[in-house]
């Protein structure tokens, strides 16, 4: 029976990875901080469970999540870094701590957490990595945030890592869904009750698009067809014209001002 690790499982994006892997067939190891949530989660799942408290922004955390990856008796065949946060605040209105958190969860857990399960995959000549980015990172459309850049470096990552293990049997894939009905936005303090409908996707679909594009070893996902558009537009166009766009978007969908 493969085995998935899921960071971020206590909710959204990683709740539903965690219920389309177990029925899968995967046998399955929950990260969050949340450990009520977890524990409420794998009872509902079949197959076998495992729960691991972490705050993967600390360094106790990422240690703890990157141990349980390199355990050569205990393989993990799939890993999705899908924990991750966003800030309600204009750069000129935040700290340094609340910045260094959100890199610390965004960036360094996801590259601490894929080099310590890629080495053995590579060594098992099988195994894959979907790490959660997001559409915002192809253009700095949010102006002031960290986030977009954050996942900017998520996708990069991703490709880089996906070219390195190329002819290995593993797979690196960057995952880059747009907004998604999850608890990300509320838990952010990020009010969304104004965005038009047809902009949101199913957390569920998005996961299945995920597994399926991985599969077909794809280094990036796009789920949503008008998702897709938006991102070889967002690749494409003229950067000024995207710093005019983002002047203009400033303080509205996604993007709330403190």
């Known amino acids: 029976m493969p085995t998935a690790l899921v960071t971020g499982a206590s909710a959204g994006l990683g709740a539903a990875f965690a219920r389309e892997l177990a029925a899968r067939g995967h046998a399955l190891v929950l990260v969050a901080r949340r450990g009520e949530r977890l524990e409420a989660l794998a009872a509902e799942l079949p197959g076998p469970v495992e729960v691991l408290v972490a705050d ?6 990422a240690d703890a999540v990157a141990a349980r990856l390199s355990d050569p008796g205990r393989p993990v065949d799939l890993l999705v870094n899908n924990a991750g946060r966003s800030l309600n605040r204009s750069f000129l209105r935040s700290t340094p701590e609340l910045e260094e958190e959100l890199l610390r969860l965004n960036v360094h857990a996801v590259m601490r957490l894929t080099l310590a399960a890629l080495p053995g995959m590579v060594e098992r000549g099988r195994g894959g990595i979907v790490n959660v980015s997001s559409a915002s990172g192809f ?3 949010m102006p002031g945030s960290t986030y ?9 990552f991703s490709e880089s890592q996906a070219l390195l293990v190329r002819g290995t049997g593993v797979r690196v894939m960057a995952l880059c869904p747009g907004y998604v009905r999850t608890e990300f936005h509320e838990a952010a303090g990020i009010d969304m009750s ?10 569920e679909r998005v996961v299945r698009a995920a597994l399926a594009d991985l599969r077909r070893g794809r280094a990036v996902s796009v789920p949503g067809r008008r998702y897709k558009v938006a991102v070889a537009f967002m690749r494409y166009a003229p950067r000024g014209f995207l710093r005019r766009a983002a002047v203009l978007g400033r303080g509205r969908i996604g993007h709330e001002e403190q």
């Open 194 to 203: 104004r965005a038009p409908s047809w902009i949101w996707l199913d957390a």
């Open 139 to 141: 253009a700095a459309l």
């Open 56 to 61: 993967l922004a600390t360094t106790e955390g």
């Open 148 to 156: 977009p850049a954050s996942k900017a470096w998520v996708t990069s």
